[in-house]
C-alpha cells in the first residue's frame, strides 16, 4: 500500500479561510485525541502540550517535504478526515499564513 504526504503553504485572507474550511467540512481537531502521545517509560499514553504537537508537525513537515514552517502557539489546527486520509489544516490567528496537510496510509 502507497502512502502519501503533501503539504502546501500560502497566504489566506480570514474570510476566505472560513468560506474553505465550511465549505469543505473541516472541523478544529479533538485535543483529547491528537495531543496524546505514547511515553516508553509509562509504557502509557499520555497528553501532551499544543506546543509539543506542533513541534513534531514542524519537524515531519521539515524532515518529509524540506519545508520550513514557524508554528506557535497562536496557530489553530482543523482536520477531516477521508476514507484513508487525513486532511489538516494550519493557520496562524494573529495573520494570512496557512499550511495544508494532507496524507493518506
Known sequence: MD????????QIGKTDLKMLL????????????EFKQWDQNSKSEIKI?????LVYWKQRI???????V?????????????GRGQKYFFFDTNGTEAVFVAEVN
Open 49 to 53: 502540550q499544543k506546543e509539543d504537537y
Open 3 to 10: 502512502s502519501v504526504f503533501r503539504v502546501l503553504s500560502f
Open 62 to 68: 521539515q524532515r518529509t517535504v524540506k519545508l520550513d
Open 22 to 33: 465550511d465549505s469543505q467540512h473541516f472541523t478544529p481537531i479533538d485535543e483529547n485525541e
Open 70 to 82: 514557524n508554528f506557535t502557539k497562536t496557530w489553530q489546527i482543523f482536520t477531516l478526515k477521508e
